[in-house]
């Protein structure tokens, strides 16, 4: 005796449309007819598709002896929901084939039973497995897991290796599971080998299935496990399914990285101006949501490891989300991606800010970014460079160079700031692009002199020269620095200007040791 | 994302200047050089008995000082890290000849436009490997890709010649204390 359940998942019933009562999946029938005059074994009623059986099905399904109903034929008909909810009040499948021959299904019917009674069923379910790829081909991941849900009779839950529901699934409300799948995350359920494993929770037993291509592992399928489920041919159904989902998480997954690889060499292609025009930028940005019609900012994230800590492993994903919480929470939008071992930040502002409001409200906003980040992670120091705005986005790398390079130089100013503009780093902007010979040469012959007094008398005039610098020119707080008399270094500074050939009451005599006090430091 | 960059191996090069004239030759620079061999005094022996050369051009380096200064945005880096001036669209303004820190950017006189060691951009699209590096008669220069896991032992830097380090340039020395080769003239 054929099992409703067994006859739907052999071909051509594989196609049949389920209409009503599939709880009753598990009645058995012995004899197919077409008629229902004198039935006295259990049977599944054959029955053409025309508007007058439709009406009469009622009365065909209150035989106690029927136990389903396949209704065959090319017709388009409309079934009426009483009729499908008197389907599943008697619990009797109605099923409905595209089929228009009654003989051959008779003869198909009578086939799938010779071989369930010799034994070889298996070969009938491995054949659905074309049916499950064909499906998946035509339709979609969808499709395939809501004709999962029909022949189980129950949600069937697809999850990514993370035990995240995947996109393709109708995300359930109920709490139980989210905290199964808490649970699950913790255990490494990754490593097994097994076709499915059986998990255990309050709400009751579950059935995870692992999908593996080789040595990849794409996820899992999770599914309550009912009554009579593991004797039934439920698992057969979910196991020949598997393939056609692996490979479509495979395929999602190969598309990804082609994705992931083209938008790593577009944001390239932007910070290193290899675009050709900004219609192309413009075009190519919406592929990925992003509107350069937009004026943006350009913000550089150096993560430093804290030297009293030691060295582990950074989660730039994880940053990079708090980053994008923290923007998104301004009400902007952002590009966040790491190149070079930094983080590059891409906001999207409004385009009526000013330029000198926008650079304030970015300044804040990587503030802001920088406060947070630090205070998450403890092990690291965070800095932030910021570029200029220009008023075209196909600038964007010149906005990238000016924010490494306030990032970079930014560290040689003497109130050390983390966040950093490209516009407030001063002089050393200037000094960035001179040639390392000619910083050289300015140095020695501006101190010189002063280092190599030091060095021979063992003295600290270079010392009390940078402290007074770092001081402002503040005679006391640099004495107390130094722990010094203000009048010992009154005496000291005058005869460093004697040394310096220098008036530390003209300002070109300061400006002239100060710039070559920080060319001694980008030397450094 | 790649960075192709020069390896050059200290100890190999004899400063026999094939790289410069063979530059020279494939892309008929008359007047200028775009590769210069650099001569320097050895680590050990500071008397300026001993020296070491080694050849440079443009460093292709990672945050190119010439492309933000171009005011006609000529300059780009393809992704293989190679930095390239577009000639057609170069005015001849001269302010990427300032802003290099090594020098590698000079004038072309004929053209009146700047003009920089491209890493033979076009002998690389046709698998060919840059001319200084195939007639470097001791190979000692390599084409290699620094971000490669496998080339992070080399040095960024050599004793005794002065860097910027700003731009992170992509060259690497190589300097083999061992095996070292002595030459002899008559």
Redesign the interface.
């Known amino acids: 005796m054929l099992t409703i359940q067994e006859l739907i998942s052999a071909p051509p019933f594989l196609y049949a449309e389920i209409m009503g009562g599939w709880k009753g999946k598990n009645r058995s029938f012995s004899i197919v007819q077409n008629h229902s005059i004198s039935l006295d074994e259990p049977t599944l009623l054959l029955l053409t598709k025309t508007q007058s059986t439709i009406m009469q099905l009622p009365e065909y399904l209150s035989n106690q002896d029927v136990q389903g109903i396949l209704l065959y034929g090319n017709e388009d008909l409309f079934i009426p929901t009483t009729i499908i909810e008197i389907a599943d009040s008697y619990k009797k499948p109605v099923l409905m084939v595209k089929e228009w021959n009654p003989e051959s299904i008779k003869q198909t019917i009578s086939d799938l039973e010779h071989l369930k009674s010799i034994g070889l069923f298996q070969y009938v379910w491995e054949r659905s497995t074309s049916y499950w790829l064909q499906l998946m081909n035509e339709q979609s991941l969808t499709a395939v897991l809501q004709r999962l849900c029909v022949l189980l009779g129950q949600n069937v839950l697809l999850l990514d290796e993370d035990f995240q529901f995947h996109t393709g699934n109708e995300v359930p409300s109920i709490s139980n599971v989210r905290v199964l799948l808490k649970s699950l995350s913790k255990q490494p359920y990754k490593n097994k080998k097994e076709a499915y494993t059986i998990v255990e929770n309050e709400s009751g037993r579950y059935l995870l299935f692992h999908l593996r291509s080789g040595e990849k592992h794409c996820g899992f399928i999770l599914l309550q496990e009912l009554p009579g489920m593991v004797i039934d041919i439920c698992i057969e159904q979910i196991i020949h399914a598997i393939p056609a989902i692996t490979s479509y998480l495979m395929k999602e997954d190969a598309v990804m990285l082609a994705h992931r690889s083209y938008k790593?060499?577009f944001l390239?292609?932007l910070l290193?101006?290899?675009l050709e025009s900004e219609h192309g930028l413009i075009q190519q940005g919406k592929q990925w949501g992003w509107d350069f019609t937009k004026p943006t900012q350009l913000m550089v994230m150096r993560l430093d490891t804290n030297t009293d800590f030691p060295k582990g492993n950074v989660d730039l994903d994880a940053i990079m989300r708090k980053i994008r919480s923290l923007i998104t929470a301004a009400f902007l939008q952002a590009i966040i991606f790491p190149?070079?071992g930094n983080i590059v930040i891409i906001v999207f502002d409004m385009p009526d800010h000013t330029p000198k409001v926008r650079k304030e409200r970015m300044v804040v906003l990587a503030n802001r970014i920088h406060k947070e980040i630090e205070h998450s992670l403890d092990t690291m120091e965070c800095q932030i460079g910021l570029g200029r705005h220009y008023p075209s986005n196909?600038?964007l790398?010149?906005s990238f160079?000016?924010a490494?390079?306030a990032l970079?130089?930014g560290k040689y100013e003497s109130n050390h700031r983390s966040v950093r503009h490209f516009e407030d780093i001063g002089i050393a902007r200037l000094l960035?692009?001179v040639?390392?010979?000619l910083l050289?040469e300015y140095y020695e012959a501006t101190l010189g002199e002063l280092i190599l007094l030091d060095e021979e008398n063992d003295d600290f005039y270079m010392v009390t020269l940078e402290a007074f610098y770092n001081h402002n020119g503040d005679i006391n707080q640099t004495a107390e620095q130094l722990y010094i008399h203000p009048n010992t270094l009154r005496k000291r500074l005058k005869k460093l200007e004697t040394i310096l050939n220098v008036d530390f009451n003209q300002m070109e005599d300061m400006l002239k040791i100060f710039v070559a006090l920080k060319i001694r430091k980008i030397l450094k | 994302m790649k960075q192709l960059g020069f390896l050059v191996h200290i100890e190999k090069c004899l400063g026999c200047r094939s790289c410069e004239f063979s530059c020279k030759n494939e892309h008929g620079q008359e007047e200028s050089f775009r590769r210069n061999i650099h001569s320097l005094e050895d680590e050990e022996n500071k008397m300026g008995h001993s020296f070491h050369h080694f050849s440079m051009a443009c460093n292709h380096c990672e945050s190119p000082a010439c492309m933000p200064v171009c005011p006609e945005g000529a300059i780009k880096k393809k992704p293989n890290g190679i930095v390239i001036i577009d000639k057609a669209k170069c005015s001849g303004c001269g302010k990427c000849v300032t802003s290099c820190p090594f020098d590698a950017i000079k004038m072309n006189p004929f053209t009146a436009k700047a003009d920089k060691c491209d890493m033979c951009y076009d002998r690389q699209m046709q698998g060919k490997t840059t001319i200084c590096v195939s007639a470097c008669p001791v190979k000692a220069l390599e084409i290699i890709d620094i971000n490669d896991p496998m080339n992070t032992d080399y040095d960024k830097s050599i004793y005794g010649f002065e860097m910027k380090k700003i731009t992170n340039p992509s060259i690497r020395f190589h300097k083999k204390n061992d095996d070292i080769q002595h030459f002899w003239c008559r």
Do not use: G
Request: no cysteine; net charge negative.
């Open positions: 790593d060499l390239y292609n290193y101006n290899n190149i070079q196909m600038q790398f010149r160079y000016e490494k390079v970079e130089l960035s692009n040639h390392n010979d050289h």
